[in-house]
């Protein structure tokens, strides 16, 4: 459907016209509009309407002014909310709460400071206490 790009010219989002980054769900789209689809996908049901003639013109200026119109040019021009990947809250709590586990065990061990082996050949007049505060500083 769409090949690489010559020449170094920007790519065109097909959705609003701004700098599109790739191709989203099977359409060239800009970030913005990528996330409105993927955002908006399931507002189907709530059958969005437009406060005007569901004709607005969307551009990168306008399209924040009419979700019903936007969504319904997304599917004019053929993005696929099959590919949108589904997670489920469960699915992202218990990853979330896994990664925030592992995050606080990791903050609750802190390293024990080894002393220098140089403690057992000790010949200056350094004390145990000052031994170690030049370990910690010196390993630190």
């Known amino acids: 459907m769409f090949t690489k790009r010559t020449c170094g010219l920007p790519l065109i989002c097909l959705v609003c016209g701004d700098?599109?980054?790739?191709?989203?769900?099977?359409?060239?789209?800009?970030?913005?509009?990528?996330?409105?689809?993927?955002?908006?996908?399931?507002?189907?049901?709530?059958?969005?309407?437009?406060?005007?003639?569901?004709?607005?013109?969307?551009?990168?200026?306008?399209?924040?002014?009419?979700?019903?119109?936007?969504?319904?040019?997304?599917?004019?021009?053929?993005?696929?909310?099959?590919?949108?990947?589904?997670?489920?809250?469960?699915?992202?709590?218990?990853?979330?709460?896994q990664f925030m586990m592992n995050t606080n065990q990791n903050n609750n061990q802190l390293p024990m400071p080894l002393t220098l082996s140089l403690l057992n050949n000790d010949r200056s007049n350094l004390t145990i206490d000052e031994w170690n505060l030049l370990s910690n500083i010196i390993h630190g």
């Open 19 to 97: 700098i599109a980054r790739g191709i989203n769900f099977d359409v060239m789209t800009c970030m913005s509009c990528k996330v409105f689809f993927r955002r908006n996908i399931h507002k189907l049901n709530m059958k969005l309407q437009c406060k005007f003639y569901n004709n607005c013109k969307i551009t990168k200026e306008t399209r924040s002014i009419c979700s019903a119109c936007r969504l319904k040019k997304c599917f004019i021009l053929g993005m696929n909310p099959k590919l949108i990947r589904h997670w489920s809250y469960n699915q992202f709590k218990s990853k979330h709460e």
